[in-house]
């Protein structure tokens, strides 16, 4: 896998792969044409068989671990990253280009900031204890997104793993 460690995405049905991007039709990377299982996925870092889209998978939301959404980022994958922690539990911390968006936002501000249905979406909070992701992730699948994720980690895992930090004013 180009010298990288193995970074795993539990799909939403359950499932496990080492593609970063969680498949959005069977055989491939999202977003990309390159078999998920061969040397041409565009972040070089696909390298078992990819998720399949089953019913279950696109009903429910799928998690992503540190190392998958660092490396994502690294290699500049398309996504928007969303943090949905509000009010006095957003501490201006961001993951690098993430931005704000509470589970109890209005349709219309949701459309106006995700505008493509399709696009990759990763959704975190504070920390595992935190349930703003995953009630962000739910809406977001609610209102017809079809490829969202859900960094469970939080900003504090991903502060404690070392990872850079972007501090927004409020």
Do not use: F
């Not at 279950?56 to 959404?69: K, S």
């Not at 290699?75 to 957003?90: E, F, H, N, T």
């Not at 931005?99 to 900031?113: G, Q, Y």
């Not at 992730?137 to 209102?143: C, Q, S």
């Amino acid at each position: 896998m180009n010298g990288m460690a193995r970074i795993v995405l539990l799909a939403a049905g359950g499932m496990a792969g080492a593609c970063l991007v969680p498949a959005v039709r069977a055989g491939h990377c999202g977003g990309c044409p390159a078999p998920a299982t061969g040397p041409d996925c565009p972040a070089g870092v696909c390298a078992a068989k990819p998720m399949a889209e089953t019913p279950a998978a696109t009903a429910r939301v799928g998690l992503i671990n540190t190392e998958a959404l660092a490396a994502m980022l690294r290699q500049k994958v398309p996504m928007v990253v969303l943090d949905a922690r509000s009010g006095k539990w957003d501490d201006g911390r961001r993951v690098p280009g993430a931005k704000a968006l509470s589970p109890t936002a209005k349709d219309e501000e949701i459309a106006a900031l995700l505008p493509d249905k399709a696009a990759l979406i990763v959704a975190y909070c504070t920390n595992p204890k935190c349930p703003a992701s995953a009630q962000l992730a739910k809406r977001l699948r609610g209102l017809g997104y079809t490829n969202v994720l859900e960094y469970h980690e939080g900003i504090e895992g991903w502060a404690a793993a070392g990872e850079r930090v972007e501090q927004v004013t409020k």
